[in-house]
């Protein structure tokens, strides 16, 4: 998977773990700054899906594996995880705009 060129950003690789993990920990960690990015986004959809209490650790594998654990065995968690509110965003893109100091 390829992500979007703009006239303010071009990736300089595809899809990786590190972007999956990234999307999952900004609506998962209270305390991550990008929890917070957006003014008045509040996760709705993530907290009535019950992923806080459900995923009890994310981790890389490798650049294509992300091992998701579970606090308990769940059916519905790859339904879950593939609506758009669980949409995969770019961590490269993240740390771009951190450095350009435009993360506030």
């Known amino acids: 998977v ?15 773990a590190d972007d999956v993990i ?6 998962l960690d209270k305390t991550s700054p ?3 990015y957006i003014t008045g986004v509040t ?9 806080p209490d459900m995923v ?3 981790s890389k594998v490798d650049d294509k594996t992300v091992k998701i654990v579970l606090a308990a065995p769940s059916a519905s968690v790859l339904a879950n995880l ?23």
């Open 2 to 16: 390829k992500f979007h060129t703009t006239e303010y950003f071009t990736p300089s690789r595809d899809l990786n």
């Open 56 to 58: 009890r650790e994310i």
């Open 34 to 36: 990008w929890h917070s």
């Open 82 to 104: 593939a609506m758009d509110f669980a949409s995969i965003l770019s961590k490269e893109y993240a740390d771009h705009l951190q450095a350009d100091g435009k993360m506030t």
């Open 22 to 27: 990234f999307s999952l920990q900004r609506q």
């Open 43 to 51: 996760w709705e959809m993530t907290t009535a899906m019950g992923l």
